[in-house]
Nanobody, 123 residues
Framework: QVQLVESGGGLVQAGGSLRLSCAASGRTFSTYWMGWFRQAPGKEREFVAALGRTSSTYYADSVKGRFTISRDDAKNTVYLQMNSLKPEDTAVYYC?????????????????WGQGAQVTVSS
């Protein structure tokens, strides 16, 4: 069983930055493929970014060039650096871990999920 705990959410003005962290339990974190998703009120959960074991990355078009996903395997942590934030980035952000190989944007392909962190961007 893997437990994921997000932190770093909050309120920021448009154009500002935030960094989300996701700490994972377990001794095999380095083998997981990690992802970030978000869900805005009244909308479905959507893919944000994914990161493989060899640092390969995959981003949604809506965040490409503004968000960066990274990992520190020594700390069992994955990060989401969010720059140039927009009001439409407001959502609950979820960290997810995938045991199988391969980058994917499909939520159903991920095996474990965190509880979510609220990010609110004011205009």
């Amino acid at each position: 069983q893997v437990q994921l705990v997000e932190s770093g959410g909050g309120l920021v003005q448009a154009g500002g930055s935030l960094r989300l962290s996701c700490a994972a339990s377990g001794r095999t974190f380095s083998t997981y493929w990690m992802g970030w998703f978000r869900q805005a009120p009244g909308k479905e959960r959507e893919f944000v970014a994914a990161l493989g074991r060899t640092s390969s990355t995959y981003y949604a078009d809506s965040v490409k060039g503004r968000f960066t996903i990274s990992r520190d395997d020594a700390k069992n942590t994955v990060y989401l650096q969010m720059n140039s934030l927009k009001p439409e980035d407001t959502a609950v952000y979820y960290c997810a871990a995938r045991i199988a190989l391969g980058l994917t944007s499909m939520a159903e392909d991920y095996d474990y999920w965190g509880q979510g962190a609220q990010v609110t961007v004011s205009s």
